[in-house]
């Protein structure tokens, strides 16, 4: 009952992933529709439900859009994995600070990039100009984007793709 399940506003734009459980109580409350199905059903001792994959609101709610939360995680999800600074894609990536703290840089999205071990130490606790070294993109914060939002459930669940696509 904890599997994910995308729910959309009545006007088709996704807006949280929640649990099952969740939305099977939506869906009895008819506060939603079913969407997508396509996982079997939910056996309980009165009745069968289908197992929801896609769910709409019946009717609209007006969600403040998300910012993105400040974490390694996302810094290196924003990056793609990848080293701003010699372009290397790998698991073992650390965050740098572009301009260091102790000369003033921030602790935020505009100062932050991900780094592999080896340009972060060989970066030290200089500037790019200092340490010969260039970025590969300017930072930014990232946009809360449906895509940005949804796209990271997409390898697991495929189904979702037509719904996310084009908000
Ligand atoms: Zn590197």
Redesign the pocket.
């Known amino acids: 009952m904890n599997g994910p399940v995308l729910l959309l506003n009545a006007n088709y734009e996704p807006i949280h992933v929640c649990s099952t459980k969740r939305a099977v109580g939506l869906l009895l409350m008819n506060k939603a529709e079913l969407l997508l199905n396509g996982r079997g059903v939910i056996r309980t001792p009165s009745t069968t439900l289908a197992r929801p994959s896609v769910i709409r609101l019946s009717y609209m709610v007006h969600p403040p859009r998300p910012r993105i939360k400040l974490t390694k995680r996302e810094i290196l999800r924003r990056d793609s994995y990848t080293?701003q600074?010699?372009?290397?894609r790998t698991t073992h990536l650390t965050v740098d600070h572009v301009r260091p703290r102790h000369l003033g840089g921030t602790h935020w999205w505009d100062n932050l990039v991900a780094?592999?071990p080896?340009?972060n130490h060989r970066k030290g606790g200089r500037t790019l100009a200092e340490a010969h070294m260039w970025l590969m993109h300017q930072p930014r914060e990232p946009q809360a984007t449906v895509f940005y939002l949804f796209g990271g459930y997409l390898s697991e669940n495929q189904e979702w793709r037509a719904f996310i696509a084009g908000w």
């Open positions: 080293c600074y010699c372009g290397q780094a592999c080896a340009c």
